[in-house]
């Protein structure tokens, strides 16, 4: 994080069941079949999961909220002085997540409508391969230490 700021929207008051409601409508808006929200072990909303068309016909993505990272980030912004003591506990960090989950996305959209980049290629970490497995996770299990970077 940049030095003297907060992370992205840590002081937003945005209730997560309205930031994911804008996300489903984002998602529609660009062609979704179906939008849910995934829960945890405790219950609590952990992302968003949808499927949509792409050149290789019907695909499931998810996408995580990761509300544990962003209180450990909270956390290590008030001890760096950027984050006031008010905004660090866990209903916070559950606000914040869910906002930085929604500008990611509105931005890959952004990013796919301009002719910047393929769904299929933005989303491709987080389509799913099996339940609970998206690509990213079956590639850093299976082979991502083989992958090298192209350079002899």
């Known amino acids: 994080m940049p030095a003297g700021k907060g992370i992205l929207n840590y002081t937003t008051v945005i209730d997560p069941t309205k930031t994911a409601g804008e996300c489903f409508a984002m998602l529609a808006r660009h062609g979704a079949s179906k939008v849910m929200i995934l829960f945890d072990d405790t219950k609590e909303p952990s992302g968003l999961a949808f499927e ?14 990761n509300v544990p990272g962003v209180l450990a ?3 290590a912004g008030r001890r760096a002085g950027t984050v006031p003591n008010r905004y660090v506990n866990r209903e916070q960090a559950t606000r914040t997540a869910w906002r930085v989950l929604k500008d990611w996305l509105e931005a890959q959209l952004a990013m796919i409508e301009s002719g910047i980049s393929a769904l299929e ?4 970490p987080w389509q799913m ?7 990213f996770q079956a ?6 230490p083989a992958l090298t970077t192209g350079t002899t």
Not at 121 to 124: C, N, S
Not at 139 to 144: A, C, G, Q, T, Y
């Open 73 to 75: 980030a909270l956390q």
């Open 129 to 135: 391969v099996e339940p609970g497995k998206t690509v």
């Open 121 to 124: 290629e933005i989303m491709l």
């Open 139 to 144: 590639v850093n299990e299976e082979s991502l």
């Open 52 to 65: 949509i068309a792409t050149q290789w016909g019907q695909r499931q993505y998810t996408l995580p909220v």
